[in-house]
């Protein structure tokens, strides 16, 4: 099925549809779409003692591989980057443990028919 959004705007109602989902699992949103020079942080969230940050995945179909694929290890390291960049910005949060999430959307064309899944931890620091 082709969607009949645009990439920006995919990305954004899976990034919503992302944030729900985890508010109704209990996480407490803090931030979304944290910007450094070379990377962003899709949502960064508190579960209980873990600052998490998330990087959120979308395809309409999953032919051509499944949206986790997509995070390479260059990306991951841009994601550790602009996380080590919000602690340093946020010393408040330096208390928490971390942990790097991935939530893969597959379909968000139609909301209603959207599978998620969510790996928690699914990279670390090297």
Excluded: W
Excluded at 57 to 77: A, D, L, M, W, Y
């Amino acid at each position: 099925m082709k969607s009949n959004f645009t990439t920006v705007e995919t990305g954004k109602k899976a990034e919503d549809i992302a944030a729900e989902h985890l508010e109704m699992l209990g996480y407490r949103i803090i931030k979304r779409n944290f910007r450094i020079k070379t990377s962003e942080i899709d949502i960064i969230a508190l579960d209980k003692d873990y600052l998490v940050f998330i990087e959120v995945r979308s395809k309409n179909e999953t032919v051509c591989g499944h949206p986790f694929e997509t995070i390479s290890p260059g990306k991951q390291k841009k994601i550790i980057s602009a996380a080590r960049f919000f602690l340093m910005k946020n010393p408040e949060f330096s208390k928490h443990f971390c942990r790097f999430d991935a939530i893969a959307l597959v379909k968000i064309s139609d909301d209603k028919n959207c599978l998620i899944e969510h790996i928690k931890d699914a990279f670390q620091c090297t």
